[in-house]
């Protein structure tokens, strides 16, 4: 039952549905374009800068050599100009080495020149000189200048600025550089990081469902020879209520643990992927011989161990796998099949491991059947109520009638209800069949008035709170006796949340009626459940009863929990009473009423009409051993 609550939970899974589709988005390709394009700017602006810091040393070294060629003719221009006012000045010579100033100035202003001087000695230095010569053409002194290079001196005011501007150009060019590569290294951060979410899960770091898929892909893909690749699906139970136990942070804390130690019991090869919250996939290529079973019961072995999550913990999980290419050869067959394996897993309980068989294909393909024919069964009027009835184990008077839903198919013919109730739990068609049972069998009860009827309710009908509204209201119409009616829960529901069943059981109490625990034994077995919870009667599940005739203890347990029981006042049940042995010992151990195709088979109200009228006709109202029979 919380199996079927669980793989309902699987199908509309929102993540799983984001994870899918999250798998079909080229996230990660989409994020490389940007990184590109930047890779491409810095290139450019590093090819800019160098062009720029070229162009500027070319120009210089261009500038330079025009300046000095146009240096050298005026300079030649200028002693040119020189000889020709010496020459022309001649005239105006005083005595060789008093040569008259206004000779001086004259020359100078003529041929363009700075800080003209005569002296009679060369200078010893090695500037350029210009020879005077007297009248008699000897040479009477020198004529000594001051040199001066225009486009020199321009290109050195020209210099600082070029520099500067050549210092900018690199300095704005490695800031540029720098903040591209920054943003270069950023953005391959996000990449990753992109990539990341697109493989990865994130509480766990394992594989998420995308990568999970996509890695079982490249496992059958490079599957060769004889090995076979199996597919496993682990699903935690109730984790739900672990959540609620150690909230979010605390459960995110032990599904990394569970990881963790799966991965740990699995061999090196195994791909262990996180594909929803509460559960893992194993891939794992190997040998034929290879135990798959033997690790994987390891697994949930090892799953099932305490943890320490600030207090000790306890999780289990079951699993269900298939294999390549027994079962499947495509990941989608062998996937399903899994899927299917890990559902009949959960429907067993909490510990087990389920091998895909073709078997479990047909149960599906009824599940299908169910899935569509239901909807229409329950609007049409084809669902029915059978009573069973109920004796006292003292005498074997009649004491009440259990309802159990039927539903004969007008092809198929009748359906068991625990094939259809966990489909009508799925579908969110309980809350009307269930209505429709409460309001039927109160309505039928009225033919029995000195009887109890007993009621089954689903697990999620009890985990509802409306359900007290709806038996107020089905006993408010019906006017029969809140006393007379039994409501049976089972046992798995006691341990989803306690706190809150305690409270709706009390609140049921509150309206009158009694509270049964059905099928006790059947699965958890927990006898500190009797004590905890508010009840009024104990049902002891039929496996008891058949353990009975198996082993010589069988009695001694039964009569153990009837002494348990008793000793909490609740009133005890046995259900699947079949033989008149069974019957004695069961008498012995100390039961207070019995159930079973020994007394009665469950059956319409009309044949139990007829079925009371004859037994009271009989004993008073005692159902005759083998009593069934009739009713068969
Ligand atoms: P349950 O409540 O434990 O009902 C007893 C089941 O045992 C019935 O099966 C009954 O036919 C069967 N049974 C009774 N005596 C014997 C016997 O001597 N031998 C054997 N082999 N079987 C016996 P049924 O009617 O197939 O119902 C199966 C289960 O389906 C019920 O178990 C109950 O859990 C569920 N169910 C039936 N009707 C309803 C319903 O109206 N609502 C809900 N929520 N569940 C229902
Ligand atoms: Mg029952
Ligand atoms: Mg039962």
């Given at each position: 039952?919380?199996?079927?609550?669980?793989?309902?939970?699987r199908?509309s899974d929102?993540?799983?549905v984001?994870?899918a589709?999250a798998?079909?988005?080229?996230?990660a390709?989409?994020?490389?374009a940007?990184?590109k394009?930047?890779?491409?700017?810095?290139?450019?602006?590093a090819?800019?800068?160098?062009?720029?810091?070229?162009?500027?040393?070319?120009?210089?070294?261009?500038?330079?050599?025009?300046?000095?060629?146009?240096?050298?003719?005026?300079?030649?221009?200028?002693r040119?100009?020189?000889r020709?006012?010496?020459?022309?000045f001649?005239?105006l010579?005083?005595?060789?080495d008093?040569v008259?100033?206004?000779?001086?100035?004259?020359?100078?202003?003529?041929?363009?020149?700075?800080?003209l001087?005569?002296e009679?000695?060369?200078p010893?230095?090695?500037?350029e000189?210009q020879?005077?010569?007297?009248?008699?053409?000897?040479?009477a002194g020198?004529?000594?200048?001051?040199?001066?290079r225009p486009?020199a001196?321009?290109?050195?005011?020209?210099l600082p600025?070029i520099?500067?501007v050549?210092?900018?150009?690199i300095?704005?060019?490695?800031?540029?550089l720098?903040q591209?590569?920054r943003?270069?290294?950023?953005?391959?951060?996000?990449?990753?990081?992109?990539?990341r979410a697109?493989?990865?899960d994130?509480?766990?770091?394992?594989?998420?469902h995308?990568?999970?898929?996509?890695?079982?892909?490249?496992?059958?893909a490079?599957?060769?020879?004889d090995?076979?690749?199996?597919?496993a699906?682990i699903?935690?139970?109730?984790?739900a209520d672990v959540?609620?136990?150690?909230?979010?942070?605390?459960?995110d804390?032990?599904?990394v643990?569970?990881?963790?130690?799966?991965?740990?019991?699995l061999?090196?090869?195994?791909?262990?992927?996180r594909?929803?919250?509460d559960?893992?996939?194993?891939?794992l290529s190997a040998?034929?011989?290879?135990?798959?079973?033997?690790?994987?019961?390891g697994?949930?072995?090892?799953?099932?161990?305490p943890?320490?999550i600030d207090?000790?913990?306890r999780?289990?999980?079951?699993?269900g796998?298939?294999?390549?290419?027994?079962d499947?050869?495509t990941r989608?067959?062998?996937?399903?099949?899994?899927?299917?394996?890990?559902?009949?897993?959960?429907?067993?309980?909490p510990?087990?491991?389920?091998?895909?068989?073709?078997?479990l294909?047909a149960?599906s393909?009824?599940?299908k059947f169910?899935?569509?024919?239901?909807?229409?069964?329950?609007?049409?009027g084809?669902?029915?109520?059978?009573?069973?009835?109920?004796?006292?184990?003292?005498?074997?008077?009649?004491v009440?009638l259990?309802a159990?839903?039927r539903?004969?198919?007008?092809?198929?013919?009748?359906?068991?209800p625990?094939a259809f109730?966990?489909?009508?739990?799925?579908?969110?068609?309980?809350?009307?069949?269930?209505?429709?049972?409460?309001?039927?069998?109160?309505?039928?009860?009225?033919?029995?008035?000195?009887?109890?009827i007993?009621v089954?309710?689903s697990p999620?009908?009890?985990?509802?709170a409306?359900?007290v509204d709806?038996?107020r209201?089905?006993?408010?119409?019906?006017?029969?006796?809140p006393?007379?009616?039994?409501l049976?829960?089972?046992e798995?529901?006691l341990i989803d949340?306690?706190?809150?069943?305690?409270?709706r059981?009390?609140?049921?109490h509150a309206l009158?009626?009694?509270?049964a625990?059905?099928?006790?034994?059947?699965?958890?077995?927990?006898?500190g459940y009797?004590?905890?919870?508010?009840?009024?009667?104990?049902?002891?599940?039929?496996s008891?009863?058949?353990?009975?005739?198996?082993?010589?203890?069988?009695?001694?347990i039964i009569?153990a929990?009837?002494?348990?029981?008793r000793?909490?006042g609740?009133?005890?049940?046995?259900?699947?009473?079949?033989?008149?042995?069974?019957?004695?010992?069961?008498?012995?151990?100390?039961?207070?009423?019995?159930?079973g195709?020994?007394?009665?088979?469950?059956a319409?109200?009309?044949?139990?009409?007829?079925?009371?009228?004859?037994?009271?006709?009989?004993?008073?109202?005692?159902?005759p051993?083998?009593?069934?029979?009739?009713?068969a």
């Open positions: 039952m919380d199996g079927e609550g669980g793989s309902q939970r199908d929102p993540k799983r984001l994870l589709l798998s079909r988005q080229p996230v390709s989409d994020a490389a940007p990184a394009r930047l890779r491409k700017a810095s290139g450019l602006v090819l800019l800068a160098a062009l720029g810091i070229g162009a500027t040393v070319l120009a210089g070294a261009v500038a330079y050599q025009v300046a000095r060629d146009s240096d050298a003719h005026f300079l030649s221009d200028q040119e100009s020189l020709a006012a010496v020459v022309e001649r005239a010579f005083g005595q060789a008093e008259d100033p206004r000779f001086i100035r004259m020359v100078e202003r003529s041929a363009g020149l700075k800080a001087k005569f009679t000695e060369a010893a230095d090695g500037r000189v020879p005077v010569l007297d009248e008699r053409g000897r040479i020198f004529f000594t200048w001051e040199e001066t486009m001196a321009a290109l050195g005011r020209l600025f520099v500067a050549a210092l900018l150009l300095v704005f060019a490695a800031f540029s720098r591209l590569n943003a270069r290294r950023e953005l391959a951060a996000s990449e990753e990081l992109v990539r697109a493989d990865e994130k509480i766990t770091s394992l594989p998420n995308a990568k999970t898929l996509e890695l079982l892909d490249l496992a059958l490079e599957r060769d020879g090995n076979v690749t199996s597919f699906l699903e935690l139970d109730g984790m959540t609620a136990h150690l909230g979010v942070l605390g459960a804390e032990l599904i643990a569970v990881g963790r130690r799966i991965k740990e019991t061999p090196p090869q195994a791909i262990c992927g594909i929803a919250a559960e893992f996939a194993v891939t040998g034929p011989d290879f135990g798959i079973e033997t690790v994987l019961r697994t949930l072995e090892a799953i099932a161990r943890h320490w207090k000790v913990v999780v289990s999980a079951h699993a796998f298939a294999q390549a290419p027994r499947a050869q989608g067959e062998l996937t399903r099949k899994a899927e299917l394996a890990l559902r009949e897993a959960a429907r067993k309980g510990g087990s491991l389920v091998r895909f068989e073709a078997a294909e149960a393909t009824d599940q169910i899935h569509r024919e239901l909807p229409r069964a329950l609007s049409a084809d669902l029915e109520l059978h009573y069973q009835p109920i004796v006292a184990a003292n005498g074997g008077r009649v009440g259990e159990l839903l539903w004969t198919h007008a092809t198929r013919g009748p359906i068991a625990a109730i966990p489909v009508a739990e799925q579908m969110g068609l309980m809350d009307a069949l269930g209505a429709f049972v409460l309001r039927r069998a109160l309505a039928e009860a009225k033919r029995w008035s000195d009887l109890y007993a089954n309710l999620l009908q009890v985990r509802d409306s359900i709806l038996v209201a089905t006993l408010a119409e019906s006017a029969v006796p006393s007379r009616l039994m049976e829960i089972t798995g529901v949340n306690p706190e809150e069943m305690i409270e059981i009390e609140d049921l009158g009626v009694r509270i625990l059905d099928d006790f034994g059947s699965g958890y077995s927990n006898l009797l004590q905890r919870f508010p009840l009024d009667k104990l049902k002891i599940d039929k008891f009863v058949d353990a009975l005739g198996r082993s010589a203890n069988g009695g001694v009569q929990i009837v002494a348990l029981a000793a909490l609740l009133t005890v049940t046995v259900e699947g009473v079949e033989t008149e042995q069974q019957r004695v010992l069961l008498r012995l151990a100390g039961c207070d009423e019995m159930q195709f020994l007394f009665a088979r469950p319409p109200a009309k044949t139990i009409d007829r079925l009371l009228a004859q037994a009271r006709g009989d004993t008073g109202k005692t159902l051993a083998a009593a069934g029979a009739l009713t």
